[in-house]
Every structure is written in structure tokens, then in C-alpha cells.
């Protein structure tokens, strides 16, 4: 049973937005730095984002940064990916992952638990 499970990936034409989401367990998602990774074929995952568990701090890859903004809701234990100006090249698997952190930290790996993946695929 995944411990994290990812929505909203899709298929999107160049220019459009999608908003990915990701539950979480309950007693992961309280004690987690909640992040993003994503993956294209024949390539090693990297990373995309991360939020510290207050929300208060947040990371982006410089290739996001200014087209696309996480957030978390922690009434609801999830977490958002929210990527507008899409790219071809954002194409992937994205993939939620979770830290459990003992403090408000913004550092995500290691990382302790992923999902399943969302495919998101940007058409030119």
C-alpha cells in the first residue's frame, strides 16, 4: 500500500498549467519535509521542489523556478505542484516524496518514502 499517492498528471499542450497533488498518510505527512522529483527515460530522478513541514520554506530546481509553486495543506495531508508555462522538456514521471525531519528543515533526501508517479506529458 503506498504511503504517498500522487494526482493531476495529464497530458498538456506547451504553455498550459497542471496542478499535481499528492496525500499522504497522516503520520508521515506531520513529521515530513514534502517534495517533488520527477523522471525522464534513461535519466536519473531529480529533484523539483520541496516544502518544510510548516510550509514556511520552500526550494525549486532554477529550470521550475518562477513557473511553478508547492505548497501543502496540512488539514488534508497534501501536498501541491503547481506548473504553469509548461515545457515539452517538463515531461516525466513526477514523483512525491516525503522526509521525515525532526526539525523545520527544507532538506529532503534522503528520502524516506516515495509514490507511485503521475505522468505529465507537455506536447509542443
Known amino acids: 500500500q503506498w504511503q504517498l499517492v500522487e494526482s493531476g498528471g495529464g497530458l498538456v499542450r506547451a504553455g498550459g498549467s497542471l496542478r499535481l497533488s499528492c496525500e499522504a498518510s497522516?503520520?508521515?505527512?506531520?513529521?515530513?519535509?514534502m517534495g517533488w522529483f520527477r523522471q525522464t527515460p534513461g535519466k536519473e530522478r531529480e529533484f523539483v521542489a520541496a516544502?518544510?513541514?510548516?510550509?514556511?520554506?520552500?526550494s525549486y530546481i532554477d529550470d521550475v523556478k518562477g513557473r511553478s509553486t508547492i505548497s501543502r495543506d496540512n488539514a488534508k495531508n497534501t501536498v501541491y505542484l503547481q506548473m504553469n508555462s509548461l515545457k515539452p522538456e517538463d515531461t516525466a514521471v513526477y514523483y512525491c516524496v516525503a522526509r521525515v525531519a525532526t526539525r523545520n528543515t527544507i532538506v529532503v533526501v534522503p528520502v524516506d518514502y516515495w509514490g507511485q508517479g503521475t505522468q505529465v506529458n507537455v506536447s509542443s
Open positions: 516544502i518544510s513541514w510548516s510550509g514556511a520554506y520552500t
Open positions: 497522516r503520520h508521515i505527512f506531520t513529521s515530513s519535509v
